[in-house]
């Protein structure tokens, strides 16, 4: 019958559900909401960027985990696959599976066309309730071009944008430098949709 609301889903159904499911879901407010696929060149720079974490982490306490990790943000209830997520000391989880992280540092969405809007936007003023995180990255899989927020100590978010090859990201007080180049290790540009740098 047409016009009759979902039912809506209790966070413990939606992990029931989400544990048992051949594909990934985003949980927000009792809604489940599938997950696009992703390209190769998607799936190139997040390995890129994973075992360049990882490298650039080795030293520390920090632990590094690619998509299959969820991100829960307490304050809004919204449980998400960031591409990638750092977790430093002792991380914090949700329950005692492990699978449903509560205290990255940083985190780091490859941009994809159907939601590039939504990660840079709505997604990025959810993220921004989690009181542990301190770097959110952008990367674009059409250009090389990183977009670098970073939480000040004013409480303000700084944006650093880097769309040369030869460039760096710094992820402080972590002593971590990422290489742009790294990032897009044996990733095939040609062909990509060109677009010149957000204003």
């Known amino acids: 019958m047409s016009g009759v609301p979902k039912p809506l889903l209790s966070q413990a159904d939606y992990l029931a559900q989400e544990r048992q499911a051949d594909f990934k879901s985003e949980f927000y407010r ?23 974490l990882n490298l650039g982490l080795r030293d520390s306490d920090c632990q590094v985990y690619p998509s299959d990790m969820r991100v829960k943000v307490s304050a809004t209830g919204l449980v998400t696959y960031p591409d990638v997520s750092v977790a430093c000391g002792d991380p914090e989880f949700d329950d005692d599976q492990n699978d449903t992280l509560l205290s990255p540092v940083v985190l780091i969405e490859v941009l994809f066309k159907s939601t590039e809007s939504y990660d840079r936007g709505a997604k990025f003023e959810q993220y921004r309730h989690l009181n542990s995180l301190r770097h959110y990255l952008l990367i674009s899989q059409d250009r090389v071009h990183v977009e670098h927020f970073s939480l000040q100590d004013d409480g303000n978010w700084l944006l650093r944008e ?13 002593n971590c430098e990422l290489l742009v180049v790294d990032l897009y290790r044996k ?9 010149s740098a957000e204003p």
């Open 30 to 52: 009792g809604e489940v909401f599938a997950m696009a696929g992703a390209s190769r060149r998607h799936h190139l720079i997040v390995g890129n960027a994973v075992t360049a």
């Open 187 to 195: 990733v095939d540009l040609s062909g990509a949709e060109t677009r």
């Open 162 to 174: 880097c769309n040369e090859i030869g460039g760096t990201v710094e992820l402080k007080p972590l």
